[in-house]
C-alpha cells in the first residue's frame, strides 16, 4: 500500500532564502509524481509532473527531483517570496492504479 | 481557456440528507476523479471515471456514488450524510485516464450541521 509523507509539516522562513520540500514514498512503482499549490479554502494548482522515468522538472524558480530507487522527490523553491506562502502537496500515482495518492502537505510561510 | 469549473462554491446540509456536487472539466479531457479533503489532510481518492466508466474507486463507503455523463461532465452524489462528510470535495481532469497530469477545480465547501 503506497504512503507519502512530507517533511517538514511547516516551515516559516524569511524572504529571499532558498528552500527544499521533502516528499518520500514506500512504492517506488509509480507512473508520476506531481507537485502542487494549494492557498488557503482553495483549489490545488498543479506546479509540477515528473514522469517516473525523468530525473527532474525546473518551472522558474521552481526545481523539482525525482529519486524512484530511494522513494523520495524534493522540490526547491529559489529566491523564496512572500507571495509563495501557501501548503505544498506531492502526490503519486502508482502503475496499476486510477488515483493519485496524497501526502499531508508542508504549510510555507514566507516573512517579508 | 476555462478550467475546471465545479458548483456549488459552499453548501451547508443537515445529518441524514442527500447532496449533489457538479463538476465540468477542462474542454478536451475525458477523465474526471474526485477527492475528499478535510481540514489539514492531503486529499483523498473517491471515484475515478474515464470516458464515462468508473475506473478507480477509494475506499469510501456506498453512501458516495457518481457518474459522468456524454459531455464527460460529473456528479458525486453522497446519501445519508454525516458530520464526518464535512469537508472540501475537489474534482480534477486530465485528458486520459492513468496517470495524466491533472487540472483540479476549485473545490465545494460541504458543512453537515
Known amino acids: 500500500k503506497q504512503e507519502v509523507t512530507q517533511i517538514p509539516a511547516a516551515l516559516s522562513v524569511p524572504e529571499g532564502e532558498n528552500l527544499v520540500l521533502n516528499c518520500s514514498f514506500t512504492d517506488s512503482a509509480i507512473y508520476n509524481l506531481q507537485w502542487f499549490r494549494q492557498d488557503p479554502g482553495k483549489g490545488l494548482t498543479s506546479l509540477l509532473l515528473?514522469?517516473?522515468?525523468?530525473r527532474e522538472q525546473t518551472s522558474g524558480r521552481l526545481n523539482a527531483s525525482l529519486d524512484k530507487s530511494s522513494g523520495r522527490s524534493t522540490l526547491y523553491i529559489a529566491a523564496s517570496q512572500p507571495g509563495d506562502s501557501a501548503t505544498y502537496l506531492c502526490a503519486v500515482f502508482t502503475s496499476g492504479t486510477y488515483k493519485y495518492i496524497f501526502g499531508t502537505g508542508t504549510r510555507l510561510k514566507v516573512l517579508a | 481557456d476555462a478550467g475546471v469549473t465545479q458548483s456549488p462554491t459552499h453548501l451547508i446540509k443537515t445529518r441524514g440528507q442527500q447532496v449533489t456536487l457538479r463538476c465540468s472539466p477542462i474542454?478536451?479531457?475525458?477523465?474526471v476523479s474526485w477527492y475528499q479533503q478535510v481540514l489539514g489532510q492531503g486529499p483523498q481518492f473517491i471515484f475515478q471515471y474515464y470516458e464515462k466508466e468508473e475506473r478507480g474507486r477509494g475506499n469510501f463507503p456506498d453512501r458516495f456514488s457518481a457518474r459522468q455523463f456524454p459531455n464527460y461532465s460529473s456528479e458525486l452524489n453522497v446519501n445519508a450524510l454525516l458530520l464526518g462528510d464535512s469537508a472540501l470535495y475537489l474534482c480534477?481532469?486530465?485528458?486520459?485516464?492513468?496517470?495524466?497530469?491533472?487540472?483540479f477545480g476549485p473545490g465545494t465547501r460541504l458543512t453537515v450541521t
Open positions: 474542454s478536451g479531457h475525458k477523465s
Open positions: 480534477a481532469s486530465s485528458s486520459s485516464g492513468a496517470g495524466y497530469e491533472q487540472y
Open positions: 515528473i514522469q517516473s522515468s525523468q
